[in-house]
Every structure is written in C-alpha cells, then in structure tokens.
C-alpha cells in the first residue's frame, strides 16, 4: 500500500507537521545505500557484472528481488529464485514472482545487447513446477556472439512503477497505444482507453484491492514489508518503501507504524485505504498481458513483455503501475480472478499483467539490493 504525499498530509495535519519540523528538519535526506545501484550500474570490469547490474533495476512484486546469480562458470551465468523472497499468500504460485524473473532476463539480455554481446538463455534447464518454484535453476545464461542493441534499453534508468495519482484533465491517445503494442514480442497485449471500458476496469481494480486489504493474511503480507524512514529502507532496501519528511515525521511521531497500519481501526489504516483506492480512480487508460497457456515459461516470456512495455511507457513520457490484485489467485480473489479473465482474456489464455496509465509526476527510484548481495 502506497500513501502519496497529497494523501499523507491530508491524514497527519498540518499540525502534526509543524510541531515535527524541528525533527524532521535532518531528516530528509533520501536513503543513500539503497538507491546506489542505480548509479553503479554497467560500472563493473566482468562483463557478467555489468549485465547483472542493470538487471537489478528491473521491476518485481512488492519489490522482493527474488534473484540469485552463481558466477561460477567463466561466460556463464545461472539464475536462481531466492526462496526466501515469495509472496505465498498473494502470489501462491509463483506466478508473478516468475514474470519478475523475466523482467530480469530481459533486462539482462539489453544491458548485454548494448555492447554489442549476445545471450543464449535456456528456461528451466532442469525442469520447471507449476505449483511452486524451487532450488533448481531458472535460467542459464550464456554470453556468446554479437546482438544489436536495443533502443528501449535507453530507458532504464528512468523506469518507473508509478503509484502516485494520474492527471485526469490529460487523455491517453490512441497513437501512444498503439505504439505502446508494438513494443511486445511474445506475448498478446491489448490496451484501451474507452470512457466506458476505463470506468469498468477502475470499478473491477477498486474492487479487488478492497479484497487484498481486506483479507488478514494477504494485507499482512504487505503490511510486514513496509520499510518506514530512510534507515530502514537503507538497511534493507527490499519490500514497499516509505521515505521523506512526512512519512519520517509520522514515523517519528507514531502515527505510521506497521502495528498501526494493521488496525483496522486507526486512521492510518483507514486513510491509506482511501488513497490507494483512490489511485486506481486516475486510471486514463488500461493495458493488459496475456498468454495462450500459462507454463513458467510462458511467464517468463510475459516478464520480458512487461520489461519492454514499461521501457516503452517511458519512451512515452506516460506512467504505468501495475493492478495485479485481481490476477492474484488465492480463494478470496476467485470472483475478481474470474471477471478480469472473462473480460479480458481470448480462449485458452491466462491474463498475466494488468495495469493502469496515465500522466503522473516525477518519482524517485525504487530501493535496490546491490548486485554483490545478489551474486554467488
């Protein structure tokens, strides 16, 4: 769950801030450790390194960066998941931890790509589960041959999943589309920004959120990854960050604490579920991922969809945040799982990411584990 700062200062009052000012007056600097790897990357000798240190920008669910790398064979790179960094009860499958994996390896193959350096990737070398990703390798990566680079990876570093809220007063036009469909190579996508499919699919993202939040397990999950203040979120750049004045203000003050955001009771709880859901309700356009099947594979090729779909969104100037909460396939999302599919999908297929767009503002980067913590 995301507060924006609009929101945040409607919920702590004016008050509050003041009488904090002396507080937070040292307290706004932005976490340093943890966006460093934005800076480092491709500042590395091994080729494999520079590689990798691109591909740790890449987006993922609840920001877990589920990814390990062993170095160990010269030209070679294994991927492995993190078991430690699933999200069991939102993402009981896997499933979008598995896109995240190809956002990675796409990501990976362009940063490869941009000097010039070709990638064979194999999936699941030794075999894949669609119940549960486990020890066995991912991908196995091999540096050989040349490519040619790619333009979308120009937009790496200004890559973005925006949660703040969209100008309403500014349309998405159908040539950003358009354009926006051309940029996919595996996967079906399809877009709109109909009055009336926009209005139904806020209605259904809405709707779907509520369920996350209010069901105890799945909000949990979230809620036990808040990184509050800058300290925190240097000492473990993972999960959903919380930094700048107000948030180190109410932090400080207690009024944002995970305790509090867990009582239905408290107005944190209450007003961060207003600004979250009223976030979908600036949606100016949708755009969907599907695949005919839904193997590990399948989804890995969606991740490289996604990665190039959001290089593209940038390209644009237009802001992207994905809505994945419908798509989530636990039971109390059954009903929201089944209407999203029958709206969405052709026969045979499996809807593997949804979002909103729109024109929002400027936001930071997301906080990174280096990639010497992510490589063995």
């Known amino acids: 769950m995301t507060l924006t700062r609009r929101k945040t200062l409607a919920l702590i009052g004016g008050g509050v801030v003041l009488a904090a000012t002396a507080t937070t007056m040292t307290l706004t600097k932005a976490p340093e450790k943890a966006l460093a790897p934005w800076a480092a990357a491709g500042q590395y000798d091994d080729p494999r390194m520079r590689a990798l240190s691109w591909a740790i920008l890449a987006p993922n669910p609840h920001n877990r960066q589920p990814w390990m790398a062993d170095l160990a064979t010269p030209d070679e790179i294994t991927l492995y998941v993190d078991t430690n960094r699933l999200l069991p009860h939102t993402d009981p499958f896997n499933r979008q931890i598995t896109i995240g994996l190809g956002c990675f390896l796409e990501t990976l193959r362009m940063a490869a790509a941009e000097e010039g350096r070709g990638t064979q990737?194999?999936?699941f070398p030794e075999g894949e589960d669609p119940q549960a990703l486990d020890q066995r390798p991912v991908a196995r990566i091999r540096f050989a041959g040349s490519a040619d680079p790619d333009p979308l990876f120009a937009h790496v570093l200004a890559r973005r999943?925006?949660?703040e809220p969209y100008d309403t007063r500014r349309a998405v036009p159908d040539q950003?589309?358009?354009q926006l469909n051309s940029s996919v190579r595996h996967s079906r996508i399809a877009s709109s920004n109909a009055p009336e499919h926009v209005a139904d699919m806020r209605q259904l993202s809405h709707d779907a959120l509520l369920v996350e939040i209010e069901t105890p397990?799945?909000?949990k999950e979230s809620v036990d990854l808040f990184?509050?203040?800058?300290?925190e979120v240097d000492a473990n750049p993972d999960g959903i960050d919380f930094t700048g004045p107000l948030f180190e203000a109410m932090h400080r003050t207690g009024l944002m604490t995970r305790e509090a955001a867990l009582?239905?009771?408290?107005?944190?709880?209450?007003?961060g579920v207003k600004a979250v859901l009223a976030n979908t309700d600036t949606a100016m356009a949708h755009v969907w991922i599907a695949t005919q099947g839904n193997s590990r594979s399948n989804q890995i090729r969606a991740g490289y969809d996604w990665m190039r779909l959001n290089?593209?969104?940038?390209?644009?100037g237009l802001?992207?945040?994905p809505l994945s909460q419908a798509l989530q396939e636990y039971p109390e999302m059954a009903a929201h799982y089944a209407e999203i599919h029958e709206r969405l999908a052709q026969p045979g297929e499996t809807v593997q990411m949804f979002a909103r767009l729109g024109y929002g503002p400027e936001v930071p980067p997301s906080p990174r584990w280096g990639v010497g913590a992510k490589t063995t």
């Open 161 to 163: 999943s925006n949660k």
């Open 217 to 219: 397990h799945s909000y």
């Open 121 to 123: 990737i194999s999936l």
């Open 311 to 316: 290089l593209a969104t940038t390209s644009l």
């Open 319 to 321: 802001s992207i945040q």
């Open 263 to 271: 009582d239905t009771s408290s107005t944190m709880y209450s007003e």
């Open 227 to 231: 990184r509050i203040g800058r300290r």
């Open 176 to 178: 950003a589309l358009t």
